[in-house]
């Protein structure tokens, strides 16, 4: 029944989102407009400026002399943040605002399903309104440009297509379920370092096919009610006050009719914000409150604008109906509903990177005594570093799923291996990227020795992979690769647990373990989910949706030398007081971040330009093994039917992610070698066979046109590339595009 509802209202909205002449697409939002009419007739100028910023730190107000609620925003993408103070992030200690930690952004991303995106942002939902909230501050989902992104974890993928298609399936599954969503950050978010004075200059090109591109699905297709814009910059205009991406792309061209809200202090003028088109400054008022007030007062702000921007909200406020006080906040946040939502996402997500000698899955009949070594297998994630985390009602760490599914069918034992990076080292300043405890060593060693099998759990935290900066190396952290090396030596059967929510340098893991897995930041149910996968519950299915560099310098902005950027202030001089953490005047920086590898992000840039990868986007093994046969690729009148079939060969039932790739033989602009241009997640069971059809909209080979300034198709050759992943390309079909 869902699935119905969610296709028809998919398919209803993907109609409009190709070329003209196309039925008028019409938002949810504009059912009220009459009413809407009147109630801005009643009230007072001062009464609309109180609605254009931040009431509390998480709220805006409505007008109560008219019954007009306030507008309740919830933290963050992915799980309902705590209760805090009014004016403050100082936590209210509540008992009952524990929430369901979901498997962060690229988790989420590596299950490939819009299923599970509909699920997830549907319990995101349900969760909100148990806390009364009516509009989720999340997706978020900027492109996941450098490895080294701060937010890596928070978003989705490399890949716009990949990264739209899931943020639609968020939002119809939050909007379906009474909360709005936030698109964030709107829009090039894409480094944390300077994040709040950076300048991303980026061609119109790469700003539209791959920036915006996911941002542009999620308005269309999901008819999403709210975006967030980011603290940047974007081609010489803060992101709160651009004229070009709010009224103009936003709301003109993809037909937004929701709320464009700042960033938390991320606006900077009065006029400009208000006219560009944002609705609401947060948290405070410096410039959407008294300020705006004078500039109508005197004439530089018009009434009609205040009321665009008060019609908005109250579209908004309209169709998400307020949660009455004595019904929000009786019962616990997280429940056993969502918490299942999260366990699936969290089981789909895990990614089998390598498996040498079929070492997976543990066979427990042959396996008495498991060793399992390192800080991150009793490590929970929901919380950490600088920004939002999820105050969990609980965490399965690696450790307790083990115990959990093996139960007394072997014996486990744990020794750390190494002490995790937490906040204090973070405060005192000490590298994360130090050597090995010598003793802890010795004692993961001594174990290792002992053991039949050792699952190492490597990888990052909350504290290194954060909100606020981003990291200088994708080293793995606390002397992991020493570890595995000294681990490996003691016990072959070595199998490396990556927990990340970003690209690891994986050289030396990739020499000494025989099986490597990637198990994210994966929420509340994450060590069940990857046991599961462990022991062979279930075939690993998750794939990746980000390259694995061999190096960092490998990757585009670091091959090209655009990133990091060195900070310079007016006279040319190295500004030394960022890393002395002093207050620095932003208006005063100029700092651009050249976004020249243009539209060759991610593996668009490594297969373009042969450069080799670790492992490449799209990457995923199984515990069975899948035959790919009679692809057929049939230009239709919307665009090209792709249909073949896929056959799980081996012995057990399997998920696997059929990948569609296209590249344009004779195009007569530059284009990546291939580009992802669809994808379906399928289960089978073991033997069994399955037809896969997936349409290619006409719209999905679209180019942005710089000399026109718009969207062009290009007709013609198509050759379109089948797989499993991004390099392992099964079958490849000649076809066009008419
Ligand atoms: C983040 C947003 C977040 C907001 C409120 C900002 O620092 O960039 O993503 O929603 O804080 O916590």
Redesign the pocket.
């Known amino acids: 029944m869902r699935k119905t509802l969610l296709s028809a209202v998919a398919g209803a909205f993907m109609l409009a989102s190709c070329n003209a002449p196309q039925p008028e697409r019409v938002s949810a939002l504009m059912q009220f407009e009459d009413e809407i009419t009147e109630i801005i007739n009643q009230m007072t100028l001062e009464e609309k400026v109180e609605m254009l910023h931040g009431k509390n730190m998480f709220s805006s107000a409505g007008v109560e002399r008219l019954g007009i609620a306030d507008l309740e925003y919830a ?2 993408p992915f799980g309902i943040r705590e209760e805090m103070e009014a004016h403050s992030w100082a936590p209210l200690n509540w008992t009952t605002d524990s929430a369901t930690f979901f498997p962060t952004g690229s988790a989420l991303a590596a299950t490939w399903s819009k299923e599970l995106a509909y699920e997830y942002g549907k319990g995101m939902a349900k969760e909100a309104r148990l806390r009364g909230k009516d509009m989720i ?1 999340g997706p ?1 989902m900027n492109i996941q440009r450098i490895p080294t992104g701060g937010r890596t974890y928070e978003y989705l993928s490399e890949d716009p297509v990949l990264s739209g298609i899931l943020a639609v399936g968020y939002t119809l599954g939050a909007q379906e379920n009474e909360a709005a969503v936030c698109l ?2 709107f829009a090039v978010n894409s480094q944390e370092n300077y994040r709040g004075f950076v300048n991303a200059q980026v061609s119109p090109r790469a700003l539209r096919e791959i920036y915006l591109a996911p941002f542009e699905r999620a308005v269309k297709e999901a008819d999403a009610y709210g975006v967030m814009a980011a603290y940047n910059k974007v081609n010489g205009y803060w992101c709160s006050e651009n004229y070009e991406l709010e009224n103009k792309i936003l709301r003109q061209e993809w037909g937004f009719k929701g709320i464009v809200i700042s ?2 202090g991320g606006t900077h003028s009065t006029v400009g914000a208000v006219t560009a088109g944002l609705n609401v400054e947060m948290p405070g008022k410096s410039y959407l409150g008294e300020a705006l007030l004078d500039s109508v007062k005197a004439g530089v702000v018009s009434d009609s604008v205040i009321n665009e921007r008060v019609r908005e909200l109250l579209r908004v406020r309209k169709v998400i109906k307020p949660v009455p006080h004595d019904v929000a906040n009786t019962v616990m946040t997280s429940q056993p509903e969502q918490q299942q939502i999260a366990y699936q996402v969290a089981k789909h997500s895990v990614v089998l990177l390598k498996n040498e000698g079929g070492l997976l899955p543990i066979d427990l009949n042959k396996t008495k005594k498991i060793a399992v070594i390192g800080g991150n297998a009793i490590q929970t994630q929901a919380l950490g570093g600088v ?2 985390g999820v105050k969990a009602l609980y965490e399965i760490t690696p450790l307790q799923g083990l115990m959990n599914r093996i139960g007394d069918k072997a014996e486990i034992t744990f020794a750390q291996g190494y002490k995790n990076y937490g906040r204090e080292e973070k405060r005192n300043q000490i590298s994360a990227y130090g050597e090995p405890d010598e003793a802890l060593l010795a004692e993961a060693v001594q174990l290792a020795k002992e053991s039949d099998i050792v699952i190492f759990v490597a990888g990052n935290n909350r504290e290194i992979e954060t ?1 606020g900066s981003d990291r200088t190396t994708i080293d793995l952290p606390m002397g992991q690769d020493k570890i595995a090396a000294a681990l490996a030596e003691a016990n072959k059967n070595l199998v490396t647990v990556v927990v990340t929510g970003a690209p690891a340098d994986l050289q030396t893991i990739q020499k000494v373990s025989p099986s490597i897995l990637v198990s994210w930041f994966n929420g509340t149910e994450g060590g069940n989910a990857l046991a599961d996968i462990l022991v062979g519950n279930v075939s690993p299915s998750g794939k990746l949706p980000f390259t694995f560099p061999v190096k960092l310098e490998d990757s585009p902005a670091y091959a090209l030398g655009v990133y990091p950027q060195e900070l310079k202030d007016e006279n040319g001089d190295v500004f030394v007081n960022l890393v002395n953490r002093q207050r620095i005047d932003r208006s005063k920086i100029k700092l651009n971040a050249d976004y020249s590898e243009d539209i060759l992000v991610g593996y668009r840039w490594f297969d373009t330009k042969k450069v080799a990868v670790m492992y490449p986007f799209g990457h995923g093994l199984s515990y069975t093994t899948f035959d790919y046969s009679n692809l057929s690729a049939k230009a239709v009148k919307d665009g090209i039917q792709v249909t073949l079939t896929v056959a799980n060969t081996g012995k057990c039932d399997a998920d696997e992610v059929v990948q569609v790739y296209a590249s344009r033989p004779d195009s007569k602009i530059q284009r990546p070698v291939k580009e992802l241009k669809g994808f379906e997640r399928i289960s089978l069971k073991a033997g069994e066979s399955k037809q896969v059809n997936i349409l290619l909209a006409r719209n999905d080979f679209r180019h942005w046109n710089e000399t026109t300034n718009a969207w062009d198709i290009e007709t013609g050759a198509v050759k379109l590339m089948v797989g499993s992943s991004s390099q392992d390309i099964r079958l490849t079909q000649d076809t066009s595009l008419k």
């Open positions: 933290d963050g501050l978020a964030k950050h960033d938390w920004g939002a909100e």
